[in-house]
């Protein structure tokens, strides 16, 4: 079987089966067994005009993507490099969108390979493939609506809105959501989001743009496997799913920008200041998630949330603005668990884990087998 009889398989392999991932992911995140029917309808009034819609997405853009990815293997089109991808990075020239994600798969899928996170293709196990296969839709940034129980820092529900919403509409979506005093509600950009094609953030530098692309990849890949299944079965499993995909995106993503070929300009100067500020405002982050837990178990829901904007004035004055800062931005922000917002113990336990294992590709066959928090305790340090 010669390599585009392979990749051709492939394709129409992930093709068949990309719509039942799709629909099992999001049906397993949405979070619904927790929430109440009068937040739902809360949620439908205030979301009405802005609500995402998953089936639309997958019918307009999966047809599309898998017909140009079969003709661009078949054809195999020789494009320069360097020259498209610098024009999209400075310019976001719509005529180079296609190509620049064409590139951009390539080279993400070349770093699969090359650190052994590809899969044997059944009946021929000598033949490795990038599974799933990487695919990727550059547009606009999408949003999200987070909620939390007010009185504890809780993911209740979240709802993926469309590119449309404007800053104008984030504090009339969340003030409709509060109208009922029981939730926190929190509005914010996404970079990505795993569909399929995954919707990656179109204004971000070469680096993170990989990062982001290889992060939601890697949660495509958890699909296949008992960790990706068990996303939706709590917190803790949510958590693990997220934190192993930003541990597996940061380190896949960066290999990825380091391969020869288009380098992407310097961030250095740029990545040292925003260093700089994290180390100053990170422990601050992780510190304000303690107190708010503290105060929230005493009862004290007023006192938390005068905490919370006194904080963030203080963040803006160190340079890391955020422009609200309450529970359901806690319960979001904590689900990944290296973030330190996140008060959960699976974020240091992963990086122990990826620490002592030899390769990344150790690292993810170890975690993608954890199906419940039980057997994340047994596995993990």
Known sequence: MNHRRVLLAAALAAFSISMTMVIAFFAASTLKAQSTPELEDLLEDATETHRFSFIKYELTHLPNRW???????VDDPDLDEEAVLQRWFERSDENDRKAAELLLERRLSQAVSELD????????????????????DLNDRLHVLAVSARDEVRMVRSVLLTSEVQRDDYERIESMVEADPRWSAWVGGVGGVALYPAAVVSSRDYLSTLQIMAHEWTHHHLGFYPLGLAYGRGSDMRTINETVADIVGDQLGEFAAALPGYEGDSQAELDSEWQAIRARTDPILRQLRLDVDALL?????????????????????????????????????????????????????LLELREATDSLAEFLDAV???GTAEEANTLLP
Do not use: C, H
């Open 67 to 73: 017909l140009t990815n079969i003709a661009g293997w």
């Open 117 to 136: 996170l590809d899969s044997p293709l059944p009946l021929f196990s000598r033949v490795r493939i990038v599974w799933p296969p990487i695919d990727v």
């Open 297 to 349: 178990e005493d009862g004290k829901i007023e006192d938390a949330e005068r905490e919370m904007e006194a904080v963030r004035q203080e963040l803006i004055e160190l340079g890391r603005p955020f422009r609200r800062i309450n529970q359901a931005f806690l319960a979001f922000r904590g689900g990944y668990g290296a973030s330190p917002s996140s008060a959960s113990q699976w974020g240091d336990r």
């Open 368 to 370: 993608r087998w954890i």
